[in-house]
């Protein structure tokens, strides 16, 4: 008789984390803005009310404009990836998100927002500016 | 450098007692919270005898106002991240400072545990920014929303200030093997009878519930050791009650919310 008492794990799941979904995210947001802005995200852990959960920061940095960033929205989960939390402070909104499907939707609401819309253009403009300025275009 | 603080509880008929407090007190770095007056407009009423004052436009936040005596190129967006914003203000003279100018959650909102737990995130902010900016003279000024007293306030995971300055001069201790750097908080010294000031606090609220202190310290301000012994003019520190022969604290010692239910408070910065 074996000694292993675990069951196989050779199937694992084939599922998009919510991290690397925001990883591509972060990645189409960069090749839009022509590399003017870059995204971070930021990994750490949160413990509250007994419970651990995993926290994933979206940070828009601005390279020209002294690596200024700003949070555009945290993301947190258990060891579970749903349901997840999302909170958008340059919105200040919060969403409690069920099943992958909304987690996407969310996201476009977020990203379309106007004041999102106008807040990454300030950024963009000001960094153009600032690139030309200092002839690294 | 003298700078002013004042929470303006989004009230739209305060323009005139807001610029009458800059002017009066010679502000040279006028931050205005829940301010939701059209810049151009106080702007307009803060250069009025003379051209003074420059708007700061910040990249993204907009939970609060700045107005500058000194040129826009001094003060660098550094991070925003909700209601905390930090810039960098570059002294002519060579030094830098960070300020981390805060808004965090009201009491109506959440609750002390929640409060304690989030000063935990505002932490992580500050020292990402003085790690990556290399500089750790920093100031934390705005409405915490929590007295000088409360576990987000002392604790090492959240602001870890302090009110005894001999104990912040020794800048950091260490707590389970992990070093924490000390803020000291000078606003301690407005508590009690034979405190400093005329009032007790910056926001007064009376509540039926058993706990009460009536008066509260919710506007602060937080300084790095660093900056102690020739920058920060203690003396200056100032809850005002005043503006003008306009009386900010009526005669039973509550704040007119005609104007606003915060008090401003200002201090100077020498040397910079």
């Not at chain 1, 925001?22 to 960069?30: D, G, P």
Request: charged share 25%; with cysteine.
């Amino acid at each position: 008789m074996s000694n292993n008492l675990w069951p196989s794990f050779e199937n694992i799941p084939d599922i998009k984390t919510p991290k690397s979904v925001l990883l591509e995210q972060a990645m189409y947001l960069e090749n839009a803005s022509k590399n003017l802005l870059k995204v971070q995200i930021a990994t750490g852990s949160r413990a509250a009310s007994g419970k651990e959960t995993i926290v994933y920061r979206f940070n828009i940095i601005a390279p020209f404009l002294g690596n200024y960033s700003f949070s555009l929205l945290t993301l947190e989960h258990d060891i579970f990836l749903y349901p997840l939390l999302i909170t958008c402070q340059l919105l200040n909104r919060s969403y409690n998100i069920q099943t992958e499907k909304d987690f996407f939707e969310i996201l476009k609401t977020i990203f379309n927002d106007q004041k999102t819309i106008d807040t990454i253009n300030n950024l963009l403009s000001q960094s153009k500016a600032a690139s030309q300025e200092s002839g690294k275009t | 450098m003298k700078i002013g603080l004042w929470n303006l509880n989004k009230n739209k008929g305060v323009l005139e007692k807001a610029v009458l407090f800059a002017k009066e007190q010679d502000i040279d770095f006028l931050i205005l919270l829940e301010c939701i007056l059209d810049p151009a407009e106080i702007l307009l009423q803060l250069n009025s005898e003379r051209s003074a004052y420059y708007y700061y436009k910040p990249y993204v936040s907009d939970f609060f106002q700045i107005f500058i005596k000194f040129s826009t190129d001094l003060l660098v967006d550094i991070r925003d991240e909700g209601k905390i914003s930090v810039k960098q203000f570059l002294s002519p003279l060579g030094r830098k400072i960070n300020f981390v100018i805060v808004h965090l959650p009201s009491k109506l909102y959440y609750d002390e545990a929640d409060q304690d737990a989030f000063s935990n995130e505002v932490k992580k902010v500050i020292d990402e920014i003085e790690n990556q900016t290399n500089c750790f003279d920093t100031v934390v000024l705005g409405d915490f929303n929590m007295n000088p007293f409360q576990r987000g306030m002392i604790q090492t995971t959240g602001f870890h200030s302090t009110f005894d300055k001999k104990t912040a001069k020794e800048n950091f201790r260490i707590v389970q093997g992990k070093e924490y750097k000390y803020f000291y908080n000078p606003m301690w010294s407005f508590f009690g009878e034979l405190g400093r000031g005329k009032v007790h606090g910056t926001f007064f609220y009376k509540s039926p519930k058993p706990i009460c202190y009536f008066w509260n310290i919710f506007d602060q301000v937080l300084f790095r050791p660093t900056l102690l012994d020739s920058i920060f003019a203690e003396e200056t520190l100032e809850i005002v009650t005043r503006i003008g022969d306009f009386e900010l604290v009526k005669g039973n010692q509550i704040i007119d919310k005609k104007i606003s239910d915060h008090l401003p408070i200002q201090f100077e910065l020498n040397n910079i």
